[in-house]
């Protein structure tokens, strides 16, 4: 079974550009998550989908951040404009069943290093 | 609001055992999960405790004391494998929230 798939895997950016990440999800897994590591810390969600729903953005900054999961499968993150504090690790998971109640394991992808400088 | 406390880093000799302590204050509390993740790579799921007691899966171990907010993952028989961040992560209602992480070095 194939994995969590991201792309890119590095990206350098000057502040004020825009950015998009992409992920493709475990097939049949209905959840999706984004989440932004920055270094020596642990992941903080940025969004949670269920199918094409958006279930959690509380943490999105959405005046530069936007997510969309087009017919519930893969998934894109923007970021526009950059801002030096958004050089981070962004980490797309999956899980299989609905979010909410009984433990649900996450599928990390490897990850896309962001750099702005 | 809610937090989740666990040290920054641990040492080890391989062979030995280490016990990495997790204290959490939060709502809605469901379980407590336990990822692995080495440098540069993804974090891999490692356990869950929803109930209070030890779950055993080989030479990892995890405990849940729900009544004092508290978790503790050990590992036996060190690997130098095993030198990677462990993180701790409260199922909240429909989401996890993550640990700051502890940083294990296992030594020869």
């Known amino acids: ?117 | 609001g809610q937090s989740l406390e666990q040290p920054s880093e641990v040492t080890a000799v391989e062979g030995a055992i280490v016990q990495i302590n997790c204290t959490y204050q939060t709502s809605g509390f469901y379980g407590l999960s336990w990822y692995q993740q080495h440098d540069g790579g993804a974090p891999t799921f490692l356990s869950y405790n929803a109930l209070d007691g030890l779950e055993e899966t080989g030479r990892f171990s995890s405990f849940l004391s729900r009544s004092d907010s508290y978790g503790y993952l050990l590992l036996q028989e060190l690997q130098m494998k095993d030198s990677a961040s462990y993180f701790c992560a409260v199922k909240s209602s429909y989401k996890l929230i993550f640990g700051s992480g502890t940083r294990l070095l296992v030594r020869p």
Do not use: M
């Open chain 1, 1 to 117: 079974e194939a994995g969590v798939a991201q792309s890119p895997r590095y990206k350098i950016i000057e502040k004020r550009q825009s950015v998009a990440f992409w992920c493709n999800p475990i097939s049949g897994h209905a959840t999706l998550y984004w989440y932004q590591q920055i270094l020596g810390q642990g992941p903080k969600l940025l969004i949670q989908f269920q199918n094409n729903g958006v279930v959690d953005d509380s943490q999105l900054p959405k005046d530069r951040f936007s997510a969309e999961r087009l017919k519930g499968v893969d998934s894109t993150l923007k970021i526009q404009p950059a801002k030096l504090e958004d050089s981070a690790v962004y980490l797309c998971a999956s899980s299989l069943g609905l979010a909410g109640g009984n433990q649900e394991t996450q599928y990390f992808g490897p990850g896309t290093r962001l750099l702005v400088l």
